[in-house]
């Protein structure tokens, strides 16, 4: 069992960073695939970005704005968004899933954060 606890999320303007952390129990977090997925009232929860011993994985459009990184040492996983634009306004979540697959559907991942809003302001 995994449990995940998002943070960082916040109010910016449009062109502003923003980083967010996912802090994460259990001891075999190092083997886990981690990611982020966002979701917007009424639409699907969309795949952002992945990470896991075989490298990073980006939504399409995402990459060069959003960075995905781990800390094995401190359980945590971060997302780095630069350049933010009002259409990344969303609450992001913070996911991991036991098999190293890239999984871009919101099925396929097994634990859940409770999600951090972002709203980025025009």
């Known amino acids: 069992q995994v449990q995940l606890v998002e943070s960082g999320g916040g109010l910016v303007q449009a062109g502003d960073s923003l980083r967010l952390s996912c802090a994460a129990s259990g001891r075999t977090f190092s083997s886990y695939t981690m990611g982020w997925l966002r979701q917007t009232p009424g639409k699907e929860r969309e795949f952002v970005a992945s990470i896991n011993w075989g490298g990073t994985y980006y939504g399409d459009s995402l990459k060069g704005r959003f960075t995905i990184s781990r800390d094995n040492a401190k359980n945590t996983v971060y997302l780095q968004m630069n350049n933010l634009k009002p259409e990344d306004t969303a609450v992001y979540y913070c996911?991991?899933?036991?098999?190293?697959?890239?999984?871009?559907?919101?099925?396929?991942?097994?634990?859940w954060g409770q999600g951090t809003q972002v709203t980025v302001s025009s």
């Open positions: 996911a991991a899933k036991r098999t190293p697959a890239i999984a871009t559907m919101s099925a396929l991942w097994d634990y």
